[in-house]
């Protein structure tokens, strides 16, 4: 019942100063609405830059690495157990990359929970034949459906069908990079050679382009039975099998588990990737500070026009002390004051900082490595909205609360006799 | 007896200390009876005013014990005394200090929100009846700050009032006024306490205007000289 009255009061003391109290509550929109548009505009790019190396590739990638075997003969010697045995230049033995009983790990893995999907591939070794010239080149034998679920692959072709690669025989989807070099069109017959010599003849079906060019001028994708032929292996080969998980962080825990499991090696996303997740967690510590620093900026505004509205109401506060109101009634007035100028400003802020993000979204922006992003990314996250509105209540609150506690301790003697 | 007694003071003593020690009040110890109407006289500087600060509990930095309604207010909170001085006394000041963003009305409802004893309808009720007593019911509506001199005194008036205090405190409330309006207050007071039964103490420089009063406390250099 009181509390309608201080409100009555608190609203009657806005609206005497009611220019001071909307451009606080302005001023707290603004910086909310910058908060949220900064934040989105700033994940959103740092999600599709991420994205680019992170959603091609796999969470763990199993595989057998070509290295000298740890145990050597003279570790196993019973002569020789008690001595420090050290052998120099240790040369690996002809081990095969091939990974043994893949379709048991496979279904092994299919089965696992934590896994969202498996896709196995090959890689080889080609040139691309170009007239006289060679170029360097690797095709990657995939499976084209799972990876396009799995890794976007689908996003990053930028002319052709990636289904073609299982429907056309003998087909590639050749990178950007590599194709601009051998003027190929689509359409076009190339021939590569493998590294044992043999040459073939592919149909190109498709455009592959990541966004990186060292990569696109090299890598280009094949199914992974046309690889098979290509290497000249049975049709049960697989050098990698790449793993997406339900939890990305959970990779380097789980790479650790299977390579104990089926003693292969296993390499995590966060090791094989470390710099991205650096780069884009500097980058969201930067675009949080600057906009907690406009938060901030904006608390000392309304910090400040309490202050003024507290000199200038002195009398009343006087009065209602004098009258009988306690200084606990007379904080709450102030601090109720503060509290709607930064819930309405908060509220109004998300609403202006979702408008902004559409209109940053809307805005054309075409990267040549991009070929499925035409406008400005723009993360929509809740969490955006739900940060910066706590915070800016927590912030108004603290900023009403110093002077409100002025106004609570105002001496109504010695502003009554002070006339 | 003691119902009888609206306000006593016993032997209160107030000093400033800056820039030097000086004792603005010596033992002052006086009774107050229910109904009386009293006015505290004294040259300027005599320690009047601060008198009346201490009686009114918003000043309370100063020896000696205070009971109104014969309540004590030794150790009590801010809160406390707020809420005494709430219920149990009136104000009206040299200047009128009406909140400038209310109506009359609502001025004169302040206290009583405070208060919160009555419905909203209840105590606009009772603050139009105010208003009326006074003749200045017309007003009601009107804010604040449009109001006369002496118009917003008799709705100064009708604020100190709302409560139905025991006590009414008046600092110079004729001070700022033109003689006529002068005149209009006190006959005013004068009706509060022969009908109402009301208790009223004022604090004046105005010698005719205290004559006219049935009780005259003197004050001189800090002690009381004549009851």
Not at chain 1, 99 to 105: H, P
Request: positive net charge; contains cysteine.
């Amino acid at each position: 019942m009181r509390q309608k009255y201080l409100i009555e009061i608190a609203n009657a003391l806005m609206l005497a100063r009611w220019k001071q109290t909307l451009v606080a509550a302005i001023g707290v929109m603004f910086s909310i609405s910058l908060f949220v548009t900064l934040l989105g505009f700033m994940e959103g790019l740092n999600k599709l830059l991420d994205g680019m190396v992170i959603n091609r590739t796999p969470h763990i990638r199993l595989y057998n690495d070509i290295q000298p075997s740890p145990v050597q003969p003279i570790d196993l010697s019973k002569n020789y157990k008690e001595y420090y045995n050290i052998v120099r230049s240790i040369k690996p033995a002809n081990t095969r990359k091939e990974i043994y009983n893949f379709q048991e790990i496979i279904s092994r893995l299919r089965n696992d929970n934590r896994v969202e999907g498996v896709a196995s591939k090959i890689t080889a070794q080609v040139f691309y034949n170009f007239g006289n010239i060679d170029l360097n080149g690797i095709i990657n034998g995939i499976e084209v459906e799972k990876e396009v679920k799995l890794f976007a692959f689908g996003d990053y072709i930028s002319a052709g069908k990636f289904l073609d690669l299982e429907t056309v025989s003998n087909s590639i989807i050749l990178g950007q990079g590599a194709a601009d070099v051998m003027k190929a069109n689509l359409g076009d017959i190339i021939s590569v050679t493998t590294t044992e010599g043999e040459q073939f003849s592919l149909k190109v079906v498709g455009f592959f382009q990541s966004g990186m060019a060292e990569i696109d001028k090299v890598q280009s994708y094949a199914s992974i039975k046309t690889t098979r032929r290509l290497l000249g292996v049975k049709n049960t080969y697989v050098s990698d099998i790449q793993i997406k998980l339900e939890d990305l962080d959970s990779a380097p825990k789980l790479a650790l588990e299977y390579e104990k499991f089926f003693k292969l090696n296993a390499e995590d996303i966060q090791t094989a990737n470390a710099q991205f997740e650096t780069g884009s967690g500097v980058r969201s510590i930067i675009s949080y500070a600057v906009g907690i620093t406009l938060l901030i900026v904006s608390g000392f505004g309304i910090y400040n026009i309490l202050n003024m509205l507290i000199y200038e109401k002195m009398d009343t506060i006087a009065i209602l002390k004098a009258t009988g109101f306690a200084g606990s009634d007379v904080k709450k007035i102030f601090i109720f004051i503060s509290m709607s100028i930064g819930i309405s400003g908060a509220v109004l802020g998300a609403f202006l900082g979702f408008l902004m993000s559409l209109g940053i979204d809307a805005i054309p922006f075409s990267a040549p490595s991009l070929p499925k992003v035409n406008t400005y990314p723009i993360d929509y996250g809740i969490e955006y909205y739900i940060i910066a509105i706590i915070f800016a209540i927590a912030m108004t609150f603290l900023a009403g609360w110093m002077p409100a506690k002025k106004a609570s301790n105002v001496d109504p003697v010695i502003i009554i006799r002070g006339k | 007896m003691k119902e009888k007694i609206a306000l006593e003071a016993r032997s209160i003593n107030k000093s400033f200390y800056k820039p030097v020690r000086i004792d603005v009040l010596k033992d002052i110890t006086f009774q107050l009876n229910k109904g009386e109407y009293a006015s505290i006289i004294g040259r300027s500087g005599s320690g009047k005013s601060t008198l009346l600060y201490i009686l009114s509990t918003m000043d309370t930095d100063y020896s000696g014990e205070l009971f109104i309604d014969g309540i004590t207010t030794k150790g009590k909170t801010d809160k406390e005394l707020a809420a005494i001085r709430n219920e149990k006394i009136g104000f009206v000041f040299q200047f009128h200090y009406l909140l400038p963003e209310f109506s009359a009305i609502k001025n004169v409802m302040l206290p009583g929100f405070k208060l919160n004893k009555l419905s909203h309808e209840e105590l606009e009720q009772n603050a139009y009846k105010l208003l009326e007593t006074l003749g200045v019911e017309k007003l009601a509506n009107k804010m604040a700050y449009k109001l006369s001199g002496g118009e917003k005194q008799r709705v100064a008036i009708a604020r100190a009032m709302i409560n139905d205090p025991i006590i009414i405190m008046c600092d110079e409330p004729t001070g700022n006024l033109d003689r006529k309006n002068a005149n209009i207050v006190f006959n005013i007071f004068k009706e509060l306490t022969e009908t109402h039964n009301k208790t009223l103490l004022v604090v004046t420089h105005d010698l005719s205007f205290a004559r006219k009063t049935r009780r005259i406390i003197e004050l001189d250099d800090g002690r009381i000289i004549s009851i």
